[in-house]
């Protein structure tokens, strides 16, 4: 059973930054994307970041140079850092995994049964 727990996030003002981790388990993680998402309006999830299972990232061009991905394979984890926040990154954030050759899409309900595992959700306020 896929299975992502999310830690992290909450409040920060304008210009600061936080952290977001997801841990994973039940599946050969080093084998999988695993991508982080933003709630917008209603159920429909943004993709924010991806750390591809052979290294490769991918930003969305609202975050380039503001957020960066890392994970770490011996611990089954990725990390979103997310610095120079922004109100208009205030969202809950999920990740979510998918299994090559499916990446993670550009948009896709959240928590539905396109992708293989998402997190339970995290909430990020930043304040201006």
């Known amino acids: 059973e896929v299975q992502l727990v999310q830690s992290g996030g909450g409040s920060v003002q304008a210009g600061g930054s936080l952290t977001l981790t997801c841990t994973a388990a039940g599946f050969k993680f080093d084998a999988s994307d695993i991508g982080w998402y933003l709630q917008g309006t209603g159920n429909e999830c943004k993709l924010v970041s991806i750390?591809?299972?052979?290294?490769?990232?991918h930003h969305a061009d609202s975050v380039k140079g503001r957020f960066t991905i890392s994970r770490d394979n011996a611990k089954n984890t990725v990390s979103l850092q997310m610095s120079n926040l922004k109100p208009e990154d205030t969202a809950v954030y999920y990740c979510a995994a998918a299994f090559p050759p499916q990446t993670p899409p550009p948009f896709v309900y959240c928590s539905g049964g396109y992708l293989q595992g998402w997190g339970q959700g995290t909430q990020v306020n930043v304040s201006s």
């Open positions: 750390a591809g299972h052979d290294g490769v990232e």
